[in-house]
T-cell receptor, first 115, second 120 residues
């Protein structure tokens, strides 16, 4: 079955320190991978995506993610965390189904950046 | 970026009544829209895929007669929760993806701001 796993429910990091939010996937074929962020009572905001090409993808707000095919991972990273980065982060994979596409989301990781 | 507007953002309704949630793509046409349900501290669960001009495709375990989806135009999809009960209280989120033929093959889906439904 196609799936996305985010092994950490919560990640705590001090402001200014680098952060990593982990994501692994299991899909058939080449994966289309995404990271979204969600603030309380809000929808999801797109951060970045990997479709093809360079394994290191740069996105919004200084975030980046590295696609690792051998480890089937797509970890989200940021060199220096901000308190305002505190939110819920979702990794997702887009899969083809019945002539269209759908997104499968991980369970989410709550990032808490401490001042 | 592309904008998806979801309305209302919050709604409280009495048990047994129906509630309609609208999802509009404001600056692009979306052949396909998705409806998700999110429980507190949980991930998004896809409920159904809405295709313009045709019947929605529901995920396993989702009652199509309870969650009516209409996708009447390329910019509007609606979700109606019929005969709502307290257990239907949840956060509902829609998303839309631009048409593939207009360059949308590799684009991401855009999400509405969500609707908090409370059934009392």
């Amino acid at each position: 079955a196609q799936s996305v796993a985010q092994p950490e429910d919560q990640v705590n990091v001090a402001e200014g320190n680098p952060l990593t939010v982990k994501c692994t996937y299991s899909v058939s074929g080449n994966p289309y991978l995404f990271w979204y962020v969600q603030y309380p009572n809000r929808g999801l905001q797109f951060l970045l995506k990997y479709i093809t090409g360079d394994n290191l993808v740069k996105g919004s707000y200084g975030f980046e993610a590295e696609f690792n095919k051998s480890q089937t991972s797509f970890h989200l990273k940021k060199p220096s965390a901000l308190v305002s980065d505190s939110a819920l982060y979702f990794c997702a994979v887009r899969v083809a189904t019945s002539g269209t596409y759908k997104y499968i989301f991980g369970t989410g990781t709550r990032l808490k950046v401490l001042a | 970026g592309a904008v998806v507007s979801q309305h209302p953002s919050r709604v409280i309704c009495k048990s047994g009544t129906s509630v309609k949630i609208e999802c509009r793509s404001l600056d692009f046409q979306a052949t396909t829209m998705f409806w998700y349900r999110q429980f507190p501290k949980q991930s998004l669960m896809l409920m159904a895929t809405s295709n313009e001009g045709s019947k929605a495709t529901y995920e396993q375990g989702v009652e199509k007669d309870k969650f009516l989806i209409n996708h009447a135009s390329l910019t509007l999809s609606t979700l109606t929760v019929t005969s709502a009960h307290p257990e239907d209280s949840s956060f509902y989120i829609c998303s839309a993806r631009p048409q593939i033929r207009t360059g949308g093959r590799h684009t991401e889906a855009f999400f509405g701001q969500g609707t908090r439904l409370t059934v009392v």
